[in-house]
């Protein structure tokens, strides 16, 4: 089904709550936010009810066949096409009516990221890779469910780790009582690398399929594992773990600081940053590509 076919719908409370769980689950240190060890606590008893049935649905539902299929759904890349700049105007299509006190729109929250990297003297490709991280939340515009599209990642075709938030909701997800994709290394080879993983669908893998010509590999990872906290915050998955995924986690972590600790009051002006960002895009891109 083409985009312009997809009925677009408002944000729910879903996703804007998500972010707000991350950052209860990995509070900003005290004093340094570069300080990437994190305080972790059981919070389970008084998270929200909304966030606790937003993980069920999401643990039950994403199993590997439902990822192959979004795969070859979207691995195409064949639902629109425009230039970086304009999918970020498109993503301003979710609106979220549940916070009557927020109204910075999706390019400001993808810009506060992208001006903290610049201002810290980051390398450009990361600036660029910070404006577009969240961008594959356009499949929400599409569609797509806010439990295939947001929401900490972790591998399927093999055992669901315990680091994982609420684990015990995968009792309910087929996968769990397969007797080869319940096992520890399951559809795997020891040490085969995350490249050769089916993660769970959502918009990091979208994005990086759709960005992945155009960016360095350090950048890919930030895309496509941003959200893969059970591995970059809470060590899971070594075995699957190759030596390139090693030495791309500290690039990972960087990234994920400043994914998590760059949302605040001061909202920044897209007409007066567009210049900057087009001349960026424009380093890393053509015109416009497929989606």
Same mark, same amino acid.
């Given at each position: ?15 804007? +709550?998500?972010? $707000?769980? =991350?950052? %209860? ?6 004093? *340094? #936010?570069?300080?990437? /060890? ?47 700049? +304009?999918?970020? $105007?498109? =993503?301003? %299509? ?6 009557? *006190? #927020?109204?910075?729109? /999706? ?185």
């Amino acid at each position: 089904m083409s985009a312009t076919a997809r009925i677009a719908a408002p944000l729910s409370a879903d996703m804007e +709550e998500w972010d $707000e769980d =991350l950052l %209860e689950r990995y509070p900003a240190p005290a004093g *340094d #936010t570069s300080d990437q /060890q994190h305080v972790f606590r059981d919070y389970a008893a008084e998270v929200r009810p909304s966030v606790k049935e937003f993980y069920r649905l999401n643990h039950v539902n994403q199993t590997y066949d439902f990822a192959l299929a979004k795969r070859a759904e979207y691995g195409g890349l064949n639902h629109r096409e425009m230039g970086v700049w +304009e999918a970020m $105007e498109y =993503l301003n %299509e979710l609106v979220d009516d549940s916070d009557p *006190d #927020t109204d910075a729109t /999706q390019i400001e929250h993808l810009l506060q990221t992208s001006e903290a990297m610049r201002a810290d003297g980051k390398p450009r490709w990361m600036i660029l890779t910070g404006a577009m991280h969240d961008l594959g939340k356009i499949l929400c515009l599409w569609g797509e469910p806010q439990w295939a599209v947001v929401g900490d990642t972790y591998p399927l075709g093999c055992a669901f780790s315990d680091k994982v938030v609420f684990p015990e909701f995968f009792a309910d997800n087929p996968d769990a009582s397969d007797p080869v994709k319940s096992t520890e290394y399951g559809l795997y080879d020891p040490g085969c690398g995350l490249d050769n993983v089916v993660m769970s669908w959502g918009h990091d893998e979208y994005i990086y399929r759709v960005t992945k010509d155009h960016l360095p590999l350090e950048a890919q990872y930030m895309l496509r594992y941003h959200s893969f906290y059970p591995w970059h915050r809470e060590g899971a998955y070594q075995h699957l773990l190759n030596d390139q995924d090693r030495a791309m986690l500290p690039y990972v972590l960087d990234f994920n600081r400043y994914d998590l600790y760059t949302k605040t009051d001061v909202r920044p002006d897209p007409k007066e940053l567009k210049p900057y960002y087009e001349d960026l895009i424009a380093e890393y891109f053509p015109a416009t590509i497929r989606w």
